[in-house]
């Protein structure tokens, strides 16, 4: 089935210590998104790319970055976590063949990260 | 800023129960508007949408939505709840442009519990 991956599910880190989170997709949609859902809180926007083209959110902290290398993959990089970047981190994914207003997203089962 | 409220926090009903779910969101110009669920443990999934035409929309499993401009509000119904229906709903509004205009706006979440 086509769907939306992300590895790990669940990721331990350091307070400081650089980590990435992985998704993928096998709907060859052109849009991916990446949200942080802290507990009790509504999935907030970091960014997303439209192909290769990277959208930032205005107020994501300069210490999230991503990259896209191909259209499968998308990968999120926190250059020094805090302990409040600790949070579910949902990929999700749309194709914008009706409009970008227009389309459903398709989210993957999130990655729980954890900063000791 | 556009956002997207939802009134209660936690729903416990009994199974056959009526369910109503609050949505209201801030923004004066045209919307597109999203309920998605989260069943426990699993991903975030679209239940309905509404773009344009009838204000009444039906989405999956028996959920319903009504949109009412006037109101600002999207609320979620169904007549008659399962136990299967146990699940988180979030209620998000798509109201960018331009680079943002497939940016979705999430409200905190609603907790469905139902009783068998």
């Known amino acids: 089935d086509a769907m939306v991956i992300q590895n790990p599910r669940y990721q331990v880190t350091q307070f400081g210590k650089p980590v990435t989170l992985s998704c993928s997709q096998t709907?060859?949609?052109?849009?991916m998104y990446w949200y942080q859902q802290k507990s009790s809180q509504a999935p907030k926007l970091l960014f997303h790319?439209?192909?290769?083209?990277?959208?930032n959110e205005a107020d994501t902290p300069d210490n999230f970055q991503s990259r896209r290398p191909n259209t499968s993959f998308c990968f999120l990089d926190i250059r020094s976590p805090g302990l409040g970047d600790a949070a579910m981190y949902l990929c999700?994914?749309?194709?914008?063949?009706?409009?970008?207003?227009?389309?459903?997203?398709?989210f993957g089962p999130g990655t729980r990260l954890t900063v000791l | 800023a556009q956002s997207v409220s939802q009134h209660n926090h936690h729903v416990i009903l009994s199974e056959a129960a009526s369910l109503e779910l609050g949505c209201n969101y801030s923004y004066g110009g045209t919307v597109n508007l999203f309920w998605y669920v989260q069943y426990p443990g699993q991903h975030l999934q679209l239940l309905l949408k509404?773009?344009?035409?009838?204000?009444l929309v039906k989405g999956i499993k028996g959920f319903e939505a009504e949109f009412i401009k006037s109101k600002f509000s999207f609320n979620l119904r169904k007549p008659s709840v399962q136990w299967s229906d146990t699940a988180e709903y979030f209620c998000a509004v798509n109201a960018g442009y331009g680079g943002s205009q497939g940016n979705l706006i999430f409200g905190k979440g609603t907790k469905l519990s139902v009783k068998p």
């Open positions: 509404y773009f344009s035409g009838d204000p």
């Open positions: 790319y439209y192909d290769k083209d990277f959208n």
């Open positions: 709907l060859n949609h052109n849009v």
């Open positions: 999700a994914t749309s194709s914008p063949k009706q409009g970008l207003r227009n389309n459903e997203q398709f």
